[in-house]
Structures are given as C-alpha cells and as structure tokens.
C-alpha cells in the first residue's frame, strides 16, 4: 500500500542551527503535500505546503522542498527555536484532482532543539 | 485551530458504550474530515465528507460512523465502543485550495 516515511524518528539540534527534517512517499499520483507541527497535547498545526508542479517554496523561517524524481520531500528550518521543538510530519494527498485533505500521513519526526 | 472546535476533548468509557464526538467549524469549509492517532504514529484517515450530503470512509471505517448535520458541523459515533478504539481523535476541514486544518482533538479511552 502507501506509505509516507521520515527517514529518521528523532532529530537532535542546537538552538540557532539549522534543522532539515526529510520525508520519502511512494504514491507518484501525489500532487500536493504539507508539512505539520504537531506539539504535545494539541492538533497537527499546518506549517506549509507545496503543489507538484513546483520544487521549492519558502515561508517564515521554513523551507519545503520536493523532488519528484526520487519521491522525497524535505523541510528546513532556519535559525531552530525551543519552540519549534515537537513533531513534525509530513503527509501526501495520493492524487485526486482537489484533494487537499484527504491525506496519507508519515510516522513523524521528533525535533528537539538543545538550549 | 480555534476555528475547528472538538468536543468532548477527553472521554473515558466502557466497552460496549455508544459514544459520539463532535466538530465544529468556523472556517466556511465545505470539507470535513475525521482522522484518528495512536501512539506513535500518524494520522489515518476515518471518514470524510466533501459536503453536507456526501460521505465516504476513509482508510479504517469499520466500526465507526458518521453524521454531517450541517455545513459547520461534522460527529464521529462509535455504535459499540472497544478498547483497540483507544486512541486521539481528530476533525479536520479543507477546501479546494488548502488543507487541512485541525481541531485539538479528543483523548477517548474505551475501559
């Protein structure tokens, strides 16, 4: 089935550093996906999100990346904050024309962020 | 997301109880969703509904239902409550644009 995967559960970063969270899918009819931040106790909190016909878009302090070719998606953050520290995931639409909530999550990435 | 409101945000009940968690909207999306987490893991998606007369299930319907009343409103029932059903619920909306947004969730544990 499908299936959308972060390479590594737990990322670990100095405050002020830059953190690269990465995730792989494997539905090629994928043609939107969003970045979630999802902190203890609350919702996923959408933090960005990017269509197939584009390969880079930026928004404060985040940067999402998309290679089609290797199925493999990609959040930066600049400059990591305490409070960027939670768990983020990354998540595909599968495809259908419209579809921006009908989605396929990934496992999540911890990110803690050293003081 | 305060425009996507879940309640109750915590329930405990027994196994064989008839339970209904509810969401509701401020954001005018026509798009509403209800996903379930686990320890762990990522969101699976439950049901969803594109608007007020239509409903689709979603990865893991079974042993679930759901009602959209309204546009705004959108209720997940457990008909027979389990304990594998343990797990946090989430309401999400979308349209056609951008999505999803998320409520806060309810901690539902089935004794």
Known sequence: ?115 | DADVTQTPRNRITKTGKRIMLECSQTKGHDRMYWYRQDPGLGLRLIYYSFDVKDINKGEISDGYSVSRQAQAKFSLSLESAIPNQTALYFCATSDRDRGAFFGQGTRLTVV
């Open chain 1, 1 to 115: 089935g499908e299936s959308v995967g972060l390479h590594l559960p737990t990322l670990s970063v100095q405050e002020g550093d830059n953190s690269i969270i990465n995730c792989a899918y494997s539905n090629s009819a994928s043609d939107y996906f969003i970045w979630y931040k999802q902190e203890s106790g609350k919702g996923p909190q959408f933090i960005i999100d990017i269509r197939s016909n584009m390969d880079k878009r930026q928004g404060q302090r985040v940067t999402v990346l998309l290679n089609k070719t290797v199925k493999h998606l990609s959040l930066q953050i600049a400059a990591t904050q305490p409070g960027d520290s939670a768990v983020y995931f990354c998540a595909e639409n599968g495809g259908g024309s419209g579809n921006t909530g009908k989605l396929i999550f990934g496992q999540g990435t911890t990110l803690q962020v050293k003081p």
